[in-house]
Structure formats: C-alpha cells, structure tokens
T-cell receptor
Framework: DTEVTQTPKHLVMGMTNKKSLKCEQH?????MYWYKQKAKKPPELMFV???????INESVPSRFSPECPNSSLLNLHLHALQPEDSALYLC?????????????FGSGTRLTVV | QQQVKQSPQSLIVQKGGISIINCAYE??????FPWYQQFPGKGPALLIA?????SEKKEGRFTISFNKSAKQFSLHIMDSQPGDSATYFC?????????????FGTGTRLLVSP
C-alpha cells in the first residue's frame, strides 16, 4: 500500500459546526503532516507529527486541532471556522529522517466554510 | 533565507516541445530538492528529486539540472505532452530529526497545447 487516504473528499460546514478530517497511511511512515492549500498557491505547512508527537505547529489558529491517535492515523478537528479557512487540506507522510524518500500526499479534502 | 523562488509563473508549450521551469534557493543547508506535479483537485505527487552532490538526474522525459554554486535547479520536460499539463512545484528541505520540512516554490502552471 503506497497511498495516503483522506476522508471526506469534500466537506461543507457552517461556522458553528464541528467536523473532523481523517488521514490514514500504511507505509510505515513515522512522520505525518497537515498542509493547507489555497487556489493557485503552494501548500502551506500547518502541523508536523513525528513518532505520534507534535513536532511543529506553524502558528495555526486554535480552531484547528490536530490529533495523531497512532502511527497510521492523523486527524484534524475543526471548530468555529471562518469562510477564509475554505481550502484544500492535504495530508502527507514520509520516512522520519535520515535518508529522505519524499513525501506522499493524499488527494486532499476540499473544505468550504459557509 | 527559507524561500525558494520559482519561475515562470505560467508556461505554454507546444506538444513535443521542451518545458523548462527554474528554481533558486538561498539556504545552503538544504540537501534535498524534489519536484511535485499537481493536477486539479488532486494532491501533489512526487515527480523526481535530486541531492546536491549530483548535477543532473534523468527519469524518462523528466530531467533535473542542479547548479550548486549558483544555488539553482531546474526541471526539463522533454517531448512535452498534453497530459503533462499541470501545476509544478519545486521544493527544498534539510534533514531534521524525525521529519522533513519542505519549502515549496510558488508553482508553475504548464499548458501543453495539442
């Protein structure tokens, strides 16, 4: 299995809703990442988990809450989002370091906040 | 110093032509330079990557040229095909313990005309 699977593929939520994005990989990667991508822009790093511990939080607002329950799963909990948070949310995984084999990205969750 | 500058922003190439995308970086600690290809509605996919101890790497129609002294690297797509029409991102990273932090270029939208 060489894929990163993200669910749901599309999500529309109101500003008062609570929702979660899910990401799963079975490649044995011990680093997992959340990125946010706006249209015609490069991906922007939000969070990095290494060995299930949060290693980087790129000053992301607290309405985004990551969780790494185990080495294969990564969640992003969403609460009280703003319309400007509408974007493609990408999950990625990689080997933890040393020899770097490259990220594997999921296909993303297209989030629309109304 | 963390930036990766990418040009051109957009590129139109005729079928069978050569597409060339350029990137430049400042941080000499970067030790890994991947290129990602992204189709609309999909996550970026690793296309090809190079390390600074190599000046050129070729995989099929895709070639990376790397100039360490100039701190520049480029992607050449030979015999460009309409199916190559996508957004291309260069990136750079340096090894960290437990994860890799990619710095992306701004992206190039390639259109290959039939």
């Amino acid at each position: 299995d060489t894929e990163v699977t993200q669910t749901p593929k599309h999500l529309v939520m109101g500003m008062t809703n609570k929702k979660s994005l899910k990401c799963e990989q079975h490649m044995g990667h011990r680093a997992m990442y959340w990125y946010k991508q706006k249209a015609k822009k490069p991906p922007e790093l939000m969070f990095v988990y290494s060995y299930e511990k949060l290693s980087i939080n790129e000053s992301v607002p607290s309405r985004f809450s990551p969780e790494c329950p185990n080495s294969s799963l990564l969640n992003l909990h969403l609460h009280a989002l703003q319309p400007e948070d509408s974007a493609l949310y990408l999950c990625a995984s990689s080997h933890p370091g040393g020899q770097f084999y490259g990220y594997t990205f999921g296909s993303g969750t297209r989030l629309t906040v109304v | 110093q963390q930036q990766v500058k990418q040009s051109p922003q957009s590129l139109i190439v005729q079928k069978g032509g050569i597409s060339i995308i350029n990137c430049a970086y400042e941080n000499t600690a970067f030790d890994y330079f991947p290129w990602y290809q992204q189709f609309p509605g999909k996550g970026p996919a690793l296309l090809i990557a190079i390390r600074p101890d190599v000046s050129e790497k070729k995989e099929g129609r895709f070639t990376i040229s790397f100039n360490k002294s100039a701190k520049q690297f480029s992607l050449h797509i030979m015999d460009s095909q309409p199916g190559d029409s996508a957004t291309y991102f260069c990136a750079a990273s340096r090894a960290n313990t437990g994860f890799q932090k990619l710095v992306f270029g701004t992206g190039t939208r390639l259109l290959v005309s039939p």
